[in-house]
């Protein structure tokens, strides 16, 4: 399952994110996906990952960091 979110930074900067969130059950942790300087939340290898660990109970949270996507 995934989420489209915002939330603000502390400049009051509204950035955007996607949570991806095990499907089945609770979750057993969280991890940001922190992508490289010059990509987005968007690119597929980011995507990928986030989905392949919610599938493994893991919640994720990746998303664009300030001036990027």
Do not use: W, Y
């Not at 499907?23 to 990952?49: D, L, M, Q, W």
């Amino acid at each position: 399952m995934q989420e489209n979110i915002t939330f603000r930074n502390r400049r009051a900067q509204t950035l955007s994110g996607v949570l991806h969130k095990p499907a089945t059950g609770p979750s057993r942790s969280c991890a940001v996906f922190a992508h490289c300087f010059t990509c987005s939340k968007n690119n597929r290898a980011a995507t990928r990952i986030s989905k392949a660990l919610a599938d493994e109970g893991i919640t994720v949270l990746r998303f664009d960091f300030t001036g990027l996507g």
